[in-house]
């Protein structure tokens, strides 16, 4: 355990994470998977676009939001960017969504999603 550092768990299998644009104040929504040694992103959604926020070319739109799969699908960790200057993320867990300074404060800066392995 690195010092200084925090961690939480959260037992789950499956997760969404949603943010707002600070500037185009467009909900973004990904969902996730837990996989053996990574994250497996599954679908990603956009509540509208903007300023560098363009939906891919392959990306549906179902009642005004644009339904989209990513490229890159597994991530041995996903690094999130945190600010006391927007709105932290959500974190989803069986349709229940909670800020992410539920769990670790925003002032602890960059936190890191990783799928804890048993050993």
Known sequence: ???GA????VATHEF???WTHSIEK????EDYRIASDHLEI???????SG???EPPPDAVLRGGVWHYRPRARELPVLLLAR???????????????RPLSHWIPVAAG??????????
């Open 1 to 3: 355990m690195a010092a």
């Open 6 to 9: 925090l961690h939480a768990f």
């Open 16 to 18: 969404t994470l949603a």
């Open 26 to 29: 467009v909900r973004w929504e």
């Open 42 to 48: 599954v679908e990603a959604r956009i509540r509208g």
């Open 51 to 53: 300023a560098g926020m």
């Open 83 to 97: 600010s006391t200057y927007t709105s932290d993320y959500e974190l989803c867990v069986e349709g229940t969504c």
């Open 110 to 119: 960059a936190t890191q999603l990783t799928p804890c392995t048993r050993r």
